[in-house]
């Protein structure tokens, strides 16, 4: 109940392409989920966040949406540039509980 | 403004020693989380400490302990090393206490266990 599940393991885009990450929880307790970006020898950076009582949130070129009965969430990047090529992490996390719980993370390729 | 540092950057130890790691947040965070990263995994949740108290704690053995000081800086101890301790051991701060303050990393310790 705990997990976060995200697919794919790796994604190769073309450069102006659209990036698509997707994740599924199974606790519905979990009422945050954010997406992280980390680059090699670097610790995960906050990218965007969503709350379930929303759909989508867009943050210039990244979007999350989220269906909550579904229980599923996207990361999509928009325009997807070389300089995006990272691992990115979904996570979930609720109230009563006080940690993040992440995905398995996605290696993400742009190629110019 | 600093963001999270961590030191040190990456250390070297044997089997069965111990080791401490060490965490500042960003300034006026009062709230620490410690995560340990396995190569090609997701950071997995190891402590939260607010207000020098423990708050959270995951599925990790008595060998991992941690602790926070007055000035919100924390320690996180492994005790009797074991090869798959190694690891990328990363820091989080956030402003308060709870899993909904969006969590701040600092670039990781990396740890190797020969």
């Known amino acids: 109940q705990q997990q976060v599940k995200q697919s794919p393991q790796s994604l190769i885009v073309q450069k102006g392409g659209i990036s698509i990450i997707n994740c599924a929880y199974e606790?519905?307790?979990?009422?945050?989920f954010p997406w992280y970006q980390q680059f090699p020898g670097k610790g995960p950076a906050l990218l965007i966040a969503i709350r379930p009582d929303v759909s989508e949130k867009k943050e210039g070129r990244f979007t999350i949406s989220f269906n909550k009965s579904a229980k599923q969430f996207s990361l999509h990047i928009m325009d997807s540039q070389p300089g995006d090529s990272a691992t990115y992490f979904c996570a979930a996390s609720g109230p009563g509980g006080f940690k993040t719980i992440f995905g398995a993370g996605t290696r993400l390729f742009v190629k110019a | 403004d600093a963001g999270v540092t961590q030191s040190p950057t990456h250390l070297i130890k044997t089997r069965g020693q111990h080791v401490t790691l060490r965490c500042s947040p960003i300034?006026?965070?009062?709230?620490v989380s410690w995560y340990q990263q396995v190569l090609g995994q997701g950071p997995q949740f190891i402590f939260q400490y607010y207000e020098k108290e423990e708050r959270g704690r995951g599925n990790f053995p008595d060998r991992f302990s941690a602790r926070q000081f007055p000035n919100y800086s924390s320690e996180l101890n492994v005790n009797a090393l074991l090869l798959g301790d190694s690891a990328l051991y990363l820091c989080?701060?956030?402003?308060?206490?709870?899993?909904?303050?969006?969590?701040?990393f600092g670039d990781g310790t990396r740890l190797s266990i020969l």
């Open positions: 989080a701060s956030s402003l308060y206490r709870g899993p909904n303050q969006p969590q701040h």
């Open positions: 300034s006026g965070h009062k709230s």
């Open positions: 606790n519905t307790a979990f009422d945050y």
